[in-house]
Nanobody
Framework: QVQLVESGGGLVQAGGSLRLSCAASGRIFSTYKMGWFRQTPGKEREFVAAITWSGDTISYLDSVRGRFSISRDIAKNTVYLQINSLKPEDTAVYYC??????????????????WGQGTQVTVSS
């Protein structure tokens, strides 16, 4: 059983930066993938970024590419999402997720087996 715990959210002014963390308990294999999604009230959960635990494959939502950066620390069993140049439209609850299968699209919710509880990011204009 894997548990995911996010942290690092908060209230920040537009143009600022945040680094979200997702600590995973349990054994993580190199074939696993870790993803970040976000959700605002009344909308579907949206893919933001993903990385294989091996680190050899990284993907981003096109609209965040260049501002968001996903990385992982194997020793700490932690995946990070660095968010720069924050915009009010980045306001959302951010969730991390773990997918045990190496297959499946990393941008689809159904490709993931475990989810964290979410961390709120609020960007003021």
């Amino acid at each position: 059983q894997v548990q995911l715990v996010e942290s690092g959210g908060g209230l920040v002014q537009a143009g600022g930066s945040l680094r979200l963390s997702c600590a995973a308990s349990g054994r993580i294999f190199s074939t696993y993938k870790m993803g970040w999604f976000r959700q605002t009230p009344g909308k579907e959960r949206e893919f933001v970024a993903a990385i294989t635990w091996s680190g050899d494959t990284i993907s981003y939502l096109d609209s965040v590419r260049g501002r968001f950066s996903i990385s992982r620390d194997i020793a700490k069993n932690t995946v990070y999402l660095q968010i720069n140049s924050l915009k009010p439209e980045d306001t959302a609850v951010y969730y991390c997720a773990l997918g045990r299968s190496g297959g499946g699209s990393s941008s689809l919710l159904r490709s993931y087996d475990y989810w964290g509880q979410g961390t709120q990011v609020t960007v003021s204009s």
